[in-house]
Nanobody
Framework: QVQLVESGGGLVQAGASLRLSCAAS????????MGWFRQAPGSEREFVTA????????VYADSVKGRFTISRDSAKNTVYLQMNSLKPEDTAVYFC????????????????????WGQGTQVTVSS
């Protein structure tokens, strides 16, 4: 029982930074594994990163390791995606997702794990 609203997307140049936010409405934010996925035009939705309920464990796709950082603020019911050194290949609609299944880390990459999804926010990176 959670509603997710993403914000922070926009147009940036390659090499720039951007921070996405996902605000959760509901009483169970602190019980959910939170993830970020993205979907480029003509492509399948792909996993970007995820964070454990406590925030103590994170998983990243190889394509964003060292550049992106996921974090969560329980007091604000918000999960963030800090994106640095952006590349044109990062252009996509970014979706926030929540899962109450509490699978192990290896399962977090699967979109089917997540029960709730935001509407997405567009990130466009120009050359």
């Amino acid at each position: 029982q959670v509603q997710l609203v993403e914000s922070g997307g926009g147009l940036v140049q390659a090499g720039a930074s951007l921070r996405l936010s996902c605000a959760a409405s509901g009483r169970s934010f602190n019980r959910y594994v939170m993830g970020w996925f993205r979907q480029a035009p003509g492509s399948e939705r792909e996993f970007v990163t995820a964070i454990s309920v406590s925030g103590s464990s994170t998983v990243y796709a190889d394509s964003v390791k060292g550049r992106f950082t996921i974090s969560r603020d329980s007091a604000k019911n918000t999960v963030y995606l800090q994106m640095n050194s952006l590349k044109p290949e990062d252009t996509a609609v970014y979706f926030c997702a929540a899962s109450d299944l509490w699978g192990d880390n290896s399962s977090w990459r699967r979109g089917q794990l997540y029960d709730y999804w935001g509407q997405g926010t567009q990130v466009t990176v120009s050359s």
